[in-house]
């Protein structure tokens, strides 16, 4: 079933012993359509087997509040990204903390660097 599986997996990612055939067929693809400069949202589409899709579009600089009680603005790099699930796998709430997660990361690198092994 699809829980075992992902625990097998979570184990042997854990411990660095992930074999060519764990990765060969991927559970979720990313696109990055703010490569080519174009698109700030999309809408991606899942592909079986897969059960999810990030589509990340072009960073753009665009101003914003320092906080809601001030009039001070700063210039702010802000990348828009889209996900698409499976809901048969995958629930909004967990894709949502995926999203947070990633977003920490992102704004954050040395946080992601911390937690690789």
Known sequence: DVQHDLDR???????AKLAPDDVIAPTCSLANIGAVGVGTYMQPVIVPP???????G???RVPRFVDKN????????????S??????????????RFHAAFKG???NPVHMLVHLK
């Open 9 to 15: 997996l979570k184990l042997l990612a854990a411990d």
């Open 50 to 56: 897969q059960l999810a899709m990030g589509a990340f």
């Open 70 to 81: 001030d009039d001070q603005v700063y210039a702010a790099s802000i990348m828009n990204v």
């Open 58 to 60: 072009k960073i753009q």
């Open 83 to 96: 996900w698409a699930g499976d809901h048969r796998f995958l629930d909004g709430a967990t894709l949502a």
């Open 105 to 107: 990361y992102v704004e």
